[in-house]
């Protein structure tokens, strides 16, 4: 049977208002097994931050050394915060804001608390606005790399075809509507019969296909010099302090910590799943599928002339001029935005449920209408994004556009913010024991590791990383 869910009620008694906390027997939907779990997980996780996001911000900060800290940032920052967020969901079996809203003995926490599951639902909430609009323009590459109106309606200049599409009026919000709707009625059918059974289906696909096209750009002559930039570490990129930011804020985004993820999924999670293992391979296939990513795009762009260094234009701009010059290239370059088109509806299913779990739980909605609501909603607060580059391109905040401005606020502040309160709640707001046990590492050696880097490293590293990419570090 499903585990209970916690809430709080109000009651009155002595003259004056009083809460106490009660637990309501209401069923709550669980995954059907753990490999269902991890499938739905691992989908949430992966996409266009593993695809997309991952190949032009490694391109940017150095290749290989890059790849080391962000690896680093993974095992020391990311899994031990996964196992966290995870334990806090599978503890609250509630939405984001009740896990940080259940506490000791019966005892509420303190506000401050509370407010970070507030601002971690409106992180996912705020992230989504933006990455559906992105997501928009890979279903808008598919569809022109199948009709073939891609390849033959502007030649080479990739440029012009691509700031043309998104410097429209209404084609971009078409694309980021579309993609929102795919999200919608996913989530719309629940965890079993709509999440759960999409990521089966999917996400095993998205393996298969990231593999072939891996194979297919290692087989170009000349890309041994990709293998290079990605696996012969430069030593001196260590010099450059955004390295660390960038690597910190792509493992953030990549995994999907700070944004409640981890503690919705787990909140559906039963106690029959050993979360550690959970946790180790939910890290590890996230991880593969960035390499592998890597591996698809860094030794194409090498072998054909292309700069690894191109930015967020790397897969709209750059690599549609590459697919041109490649042996079966239409075809290839349809595989690839079909790839991304998957990763991001998976990874959009995932952000949308953690506002439409907090809708369900708290305000007690059902799930079609919540998730309809929720969906509207994200679409009119990313209307401003996906015109960032056309009728609103005049609208900066500071030196960035409205899109850009959101996704650096996020990614590389308010996740990492997010990061280290969920740290300290679990490290010292949870009573040692209780951390330990809901983690299920124990109070061996391996659990008070654990314990001693969510207590300390985390916060301290994620701090220290965050100072230094505002530069007051």
């Given at each position: 049977?499903?585990?209970?869910?916690?809430?709080?009620t109000r009651?009155?008694g002595?003259?004056?208002?009083?809460?106490?906390?009660r637990?309501?027997?209401?069923p709550?939907?669980?995954?059907?097994?753990?490999?269902g779990?991890l499938?739905?997980?691992?989908?949430?996780?992966?996409?266009?931050?593993?695809?997309?996001?991952?190949s032009?911000?490694?391109g940017?900060?150095?290749?290989?050394?890059?790849?080391?800290?962000?690896?680093?940032c993974?095992?020391l920052?990311?899994l031990?915060l996964?196992?966290?967020?995870?334990?806090?969901?599978?503890?609250?079996?509630?939405d984001a804001?009740?896990?940080?809203?259940?506490?000791?003995s019966?005892?509420?926490?303190?506000?401050?608390?509370?407010g970070?599951?507030?601002l971690?639902?409106?992180?996912?909430a705020?992230?989504l606005?933006?990455?559906?609009?992105?997501?928009g323009?890979?279903?808008?590459?598919?569809?022109?790399a199948v009709?073939?109106?891609l390849?033959?309606t502007?030649?080479?200049?990739?440029?012009?075809?691509?700031?043309l599409?998104?410097?429209?009026?209404?084609?971009?919000?078409?694309?980021q509507?579309s993609?929102?709707?795919?999200?919608v009625l996913?989530?719309?059918?629940?965890i079993?019969q709509?999440?759960?059974r999409?990521?089966?289906l999917l996400v095993?696909?998205l393996g298969?296909?990231?593999?072939?096209?891996?194979?297919?750009?290692?087989?170009?002559?000349g890309?041994?010099a990709?293998?290079?930039f990605?696996?012969?570490?430069?030593w001196s990129?260590?010099?450059?302090?955004?390295?660390?930011?960038?690597?910190?804020g792509?493992a953030?985004?990549?995994?999907?910590?700070?944004?409640?993820?981890?503690?919705?999924y787990?909140s559906?999670?039963?106690?029959?799943?050993?979360?550690?293992?959970?946790a180790?391979?939910?890290?590890?296939g996230?991880?593969?599928?960035?390499?592998i990513?890597g591996?698809?795009?860094?030794?194409?762009?090498?072998?054909?002339?292309?700069d690894?260094?191109?930015?967020?234009?790397?897969?709209?701009?750059t690599l549609?001029?590459?697919?041109l010059?490649m042996?079966?290239g239409?075809?290839?370059?349809?595989?690839?935005f079909?790839?991304?088109?998957t990763?991001?509806a998976?990874?959009?299913?995932?952000?949308l449920?953690?506002?439409?779990?907090?809708l369900?739980?708290?305000?007690?909605l059902?799930?079609?209408?919540a998730?309809?609501?929720?969906?509207?909603?994200?679409?009119?607060i990313?209307v401003?994004?996906?015109?960032?580059?056309g009728?609103?391109?005049?609208l900066?905040i500071g030196?960035?556009?409205?899109?850009?401005?959101i996704?650096?606020?996020?990614s590389n502040?308010?996740?990492p913010?997010?990061?280290?309160?969920?740290?300290?709640?679990?490290?010292w707001?949870?009573?040692?024991?209780?951390?330990l046990?809901?983690?299920?590492?124990?109070d061996?050696?391996l659990?008070?590791?654990?314990l001693?880097?969510v207590?300390a490293?985390?916060?301290?590293m994620?701090l220290?990383?965050?100072?230094?990419?505002?530069?007051?570090?």
């Amino acid at each position: 049977m499903p585990l209970p869910r916690h809430a709080w009620t109000r009651t009155r008694g002595a003259g004056r208002a009083r809460r106490e906390y009660r637990v309501l027997n209401i069923p709550r939907e669980q995954w059907s097994s753990r490999h269902g779990f991890l499938l739905a997980t691992i989908g949430g996780a992966v996409g266009i931050g593993n695809l997309w996001r991952f190949s032009y911000v490694a391109g940017e900060n150095g290749g290989a050394v890059f790849l080391l800290i962000y690896l680093a940032c993974i095992v020391l920052i990311g899994l031990p915060l996964m196992i966290a967020e995870l334990a806090l969901g599978r503890r609250a079996q509630g939405d984001a804001i009740t896990a940080f809203d259940t506490g000791e003995s019966g005892r509420r926490p303190a506000a401050g608390w509370r407010g970070l599951g507030w601002l971690a639902v409106i992180a996912a909430a705020l992230l989504l606005s933006y990455y559906s609009v992105i997501g928009g323009w890979a279903l808008k590459y598919l569809a022109g790399a199948v009709t073939g109106a891609l390849w033959q309606t502007v030649g080479t200049d990739y440029g012009g075809y691509f700031r043309l599409f998104i410097a429209q009026p209404a084609e971009p919000l078409i694309w980021q509507a579309s993609m929102l709707i795919l999200a919608v009625l996913a989530v719309a059918g629940g965890i079993r019969q709509g999440i759960e059974r999409i990521n089966r289906l999917l996400v095993p696909f998205l393996g298969l296909i990231i593999f072939a096209l891996a194979a297919y750009a290692l087989s170009l002559p000349g890309s041994g010099a990709g293998i290079r930039f990605l696996f012969a570490p430069d030593w001196s990129v260590l010099a450059q302090p955004g390295v660390y930011a960038a690597a910190l804020g792509q493992a953030f985004f990549s995994l999907g910590l700070g944004m409640a993820f981890f503690i919705t999924y787990g909140s559906y999670m039963p106690r029959t799943f050993a979360l550690p293992a959970c946790a180790a391979t939910i890290a590890v296939g996230d991880t593969l599928f960035a390499l592998i990513a890597g591996l698809a795009i860094f030794p194409a762009v090498f072998a054909l002339g292309g700069d690894p260094a191109a930015g967020p234009q790397l897969a709209f701009i750059t690599l549609p001029q590459i697919f041109l010059q490649m042996p079966a290239g239409y075809l290839v370059g349809a595989i690839f935005f079909f790839l991304l088109c998957t990763a991001a509806a998976t990874s959009m299913i995932a952000l949308l449920e953690i506002p439409v779990a907090a809708l369900t739980h708290r305000m007690k909605l059902r799930r079609a209408p919540a998730t309809l609501g929720m969906g509207l909603l994200v679409f009119l607060i990313g209307v401003p994004s996906a015109l960032s580059f056309g009728v609103l391109g005049e609208l900066r905040i500071g030196s960035l556009g409205i899109l850009d401005a959101i996704d650096s606020g996020v990614s590389n502040f308010v996740l990492p913010v997010i990061g280290i309160g969920t740290a300290l709640y679990v490290g010292w707001g949870l009573r040692r024991a209780t951390a330990l046990a809901e983690s299920e590492l124990g109070d061996g050696r391996l659990g008070r590791t654990w314990l001693w880097l969510v207590r300390a490293v985390v916060p301290v590293m994620i701090l220290l990383i965050l100072l230094q990419s505002t530069g007051l570090f």
